[in-house]
């Protein structure tokens, strides 16, 4: 009886499975890029040229 049970819910995975794949209705839109494009920033929070350090006195 515990075999019964357990075919019986494996089938019902194997079912659920493959009643869940569709091929049929998958479209490609090859037109646009799957991707958003990103503006180049720069990475430097502030310019090195103007850094001053403090004096330790």
Same mark, same amino acid.
């Given at each position: 009886?515990?075999?019964?049970k357990i075919?019986?819910?494996l089938?019902a ?5 493959v ?5 049929e ?9 799957t991707? #958003?494009? &990103? ?7 502030h310019d090195k040229t103007?850094?001053?350090? #403090?004096? &330790?006195?």
């Open positions: 009886m515990k075999t019964l075919t019986f819910a089938l995975v194997l079912f659920l499975t009643s869940g794949v569709q091929s209705t998958v479209v490609v839109n090859n037109d646009e890029p991707y #958003k494009e &990103q503006n180049s920033y720069d990475l430097l929070a103007k850094i001053k350090l #403090k004096t &330790q006195a």
